[in-house]
Each structure stands twice: as structure tokens, then as C-alpha cells.
């Protein structure tokens, strides 16, 4: 019995801090972290380190200094150019950061004063990660969904640790499985041509099955072959040519889908009232 004392005493320190408050640190975590997720969207699909160089302007190759790198903030402040070239900065990178900073504080809103928060706001990067690399035309690549959802698991499964709730992480466990094992069907079902690609393409279903449980995964593989349906319709009316409807179909699909149907859970959860942890 002795040794639960302190992960019981950390648990009542989580229940402690009041949901607002946790609300607002994870909205700054998610600024923060969104500015990260710029360099991950960047550079992963390219094959570019994560860590080094420190971020530079494309355009001019200047470092960005740490003062021109405060989330959404500086970008406003620099009206969207370069300090040094007067070069323009896409939105995409305060958008990302500002996206990701309402995504940590609804999940904290929807998961309230539990250590779960921590497990599940990776998780929900992961899967934006994921979503924006595949506007961006790219592919999501494996390495980022697997790593975003062993953290994200592991996280969950450290919060289950203090108060013995392992119902989330059990979830966790059994939709990771289901994404992994319809990431493999689907691509047996593609054949050998397009198997391994589509396979990959649905690396983005692992951190939704980690987060929202065997239903994540599902929903999301169901949308994304909804949202190709509507995609392919759209650009059959305007005309384009094949390679481009192929290339459009492979890379808009399971990490858009799963990003979608992540923030739908997120948002049922907090209209329902029940708490994600
Ligand atoms: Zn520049």
C-alpha cells in the first residue's frame, strides 16, 4: 500500500488544478508545439533532420531569430514577411500554431484535470501533423505517426498508472491494433502496385485509434474513402488531367479523415459533458 502513496498524491495534485487552468497551459503548450509541427510538416515528407538547422527563412536561407519565432505573435508583428529579405511567410505557419493551441485546449477542456491530457494533446498533434503533411500534398510519413503514437500511448498509460484508470490506455492499446490491421488490409486490397503506398498513407490512422479507441481508426478510414469519393467528383468537373486525380486520391485521404473525425470526438466529448480520461 505504501508505495501508492506518492503516484496517489500526484493524481490528487492533477485533480487539484482547476480545468481552466489546465485549459489555458495546454492552449500555450499547443502554440508552442504547433510551431514545432511546422518544422515536422516541413521537413519529414523532404527527409530533413527535425532537430538541425535551426529554422530558417527558405527564401534567404537567414536563421530565424528567437525573438522572430514567438508563435502567431511574430508573424503578425513582421505582417507576414521576412525580417531580412522582405520575403512573404506562408499563413500556413500561424495557422498551424494557432490550430494546434485550440486543439490542446479543447482536449483539455474535454478531458478536464487528469494526467491524460498529456497522452492524448500528442496524440492530437500527431494526427494534425499528419493531416496538414497530407494538404500539403505529401505523404505522411510512417515515422511520424509511429513515434507521435508510442508517446502518446506511453503517456496514457503513465496517467493510468496513479489512479488505476486503465480503461483509456486498454483503448488506446485495442485501436492502434485496429488502425495497424486496416492500414495492412487496405493495402493487400490495393494489390501490389499501390499496397505499400496505401498502407503508409494509412500510418495516419495509428495516433486516431490511440486516442479515440477502435471507432477512431474506423470512422476515419470510412471518411477518407468519403472524402476521395467527394475529391475525385470535384476535380472530374474541373477537368484535370489523370496523374493529377491519382496523385490528389493517394494524398488527401486517412490523415485529413483522421483529423477530422479526432476533432469530432473531441467536440461530442465536451458537448456531452464526458470526460475523455
Ligand atoms: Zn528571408
Same mark, same amino acid.
Given at each position: 500500500m505504501n *508505495?501508492?502513496?506518492? &503516484?496517489? @498524491?500526484?493524481?490528487q495534485?492533477?485533480v487539484?488544478?482547476?480545468?481552466? +487552468?489546465?485549459?489555458?497551459?495546454?492552449?500555450?503548450?499547443?502554440?508552442?508545439? +504547433?510551431?514545432?509541427?511546422?518544422?515536422?510538416?516541413?521537413r519529414?515528407?523532404?527527409?530533413?533532420?527535425i532537430?538541425q538547422? %535551426?529554422?530558417?527563412?527558405p527564401?534567404?536561407?537567414? &536563421?530565424?531569430?528567437?525573438?522572430?519565432?514567438?508563435?502567431?505573435?511574430?508573424w503578425?508583428?513582421?505582417?507576414?514577411?521576412?525580417r531580412?529579405?522582405g520575403?512573404?511567410?506562408?499563413?500556413?505557419?500561424?495557422?498551424v $500554431?494557432?490550430?494546434?493551441?485550440?486543439?490542446?485546449?479543447?482536449v483539455?477542456?474535454?478531458?478536464?484535470?487528469?494526467w491524460?491530457? =498529456?497522452?492524448?494533446?500528442?496524440?492530437?498533434?500527431? =494526427?494534425?501533423?499528419s493531416?496538414?503533411?497530407?494538404l500539403?500534398? $505529401?505523404?505522411?510519413?510512417?515515422?511520424?505517426a509511429? #513515434?507521435?503514437t +508510442?508517446i502518446?500511448?506511453?503517456?496514457?498509460?503513465?496517467?493510468?498508472?496513479?489512479?488505476?484508470?486503465w480503461?483509456?490506455?486498454?483503448? %488506446?492499446?485495442?485501436g492502434? %491494433?485496429?488502425?495497424?490491421?486496416? *492500414?495492412?488490409?487496405?493495402?493487400?486490397?490495393? +494489390?501490389?502496385?499501390?499496397?505499400?503506398?496505401?498502407?503508409h498513407?494509412? @500510418? %495516419?490512422?495509428?495516433?486516431?485509434?490511440?486516442?479515440?479507441g #477502435?471507432?477512431?481508426?474506423?470512422?476515419a478510414?470510412?471518411?477518407?474513402?468519403?472524402?476521395?469519393?467527394?475529391?475525385?467528383l470535384?476535380m472530374?468537373?474541373?477537368? &484535370?488531367?489523370?496523374? /493529377? /486525380?491519382?496523385?490528389?486520391?493517394?494524398?488527401?485521404?486517412? *490523415?485529413?479523415?483522421? @483529423?477530422?473525425?479526432a476533432?469530432?470526438?473531441?467536440?461530442?466529448?465536451?458537448?456531452? *459533458?464526458?470526460?475523455?480520461?
Amino acid at each position: 500500500m505504501n *508505495g501508492l502513496v506518492s &503516484p496517489l @498524491a500526484a493524481a490528487q495534485l492533477a485533480v487539484a488544478v482547476p480545468r481552466w +487552468g489546465v485549459v489555458v497551459v495546454a492552449g500555450v503548450m499547443g502554440l508552442v508545439i +504547433g510551431s514545432f509541427l511546422n518544422v515536422v510538416v516541413y521537413r519529414t515528407p523532404r527527409h530533413l533532420s527535425i532537430v538541425q538547422p %535551426a529554422s530558417f527563412c527558405p527564401h534567404c536561407r537567414t &536563421p530565424v531569430r528567437s525573438f522572430d519565432n514567438v508563435p502567431v505573435l511574430s508573424w503578425l508583428l513582421l505582417r507576414g514577411r521576412c525580417r531580412s529579405c522582405g520575403a512573404p511567410i506562408s499563413p500556413r505557419y500561424p495557422l498551424v $500554431e494557432g490550430g494546434t493551441g485550440v486543439l490542446f485546449a479543447l482536449v483539455a477542456a474535454a478531458v478536464g484535470s487528469h494526467w491524460a491530457v =498529456v497522452g492524448l494533446c500528442v496524440l492530437a498533434a500527431t =494526427v494534425a501533423a499528419s493531416a496538414a503533411i497530407e494538404l500539403d500534398g $505529401e505523404r505522411p510519413p510512417l515515422s511520424v505517426a509511429s #513515434w507521435g503514437t +508510442g508517446i502518446g500511448t506511453l503517456g496514457l498509460l503513465g496517467a493510468a498508472v496513479p489512479d488505476g484508470h486503465w480503461a483509456k490506455f486498454v483503448s %488506446a492499446v485495442g485501436g492502434v %491494433a485496429v488502425a495497424g490491421a486496416l *492500414g495492412v488490409l487496405l493495402g493487400r486490397r490495393a +494489390g501490389a502496385a499501390g499496397g505499400a503506398s496505401v498502407a503508409h498513407g494509412c @500510418a %495516419a490512422l495509428l495516433p486516431a485509434g490511440a486516442a479515440l479507441g #477502435w471507432s477512431g481508426p474506423v470512422g476515419a478510414a470510412v471518411g477518407a474513402g468519403v472524402l476521395g469519393v467527394l475529391l475525385l467528383l470535384a476535380m472530374r468537373a474541373a477537368r &484535370p488531367s489523370r496523374a /493529377q /486525380q491519382a496523385r490528389r486520391a493517394v494524398t488527401v485521404g486517412p *490523415g485529413v479523415a483522421a @483529423a477530422l473525425s479526432a476533432v469530432l470526438g473531441v467536440v461530442a466529448a465536451i458537448a456531452s *459533458g464526458a470526460s475523455l480520461a
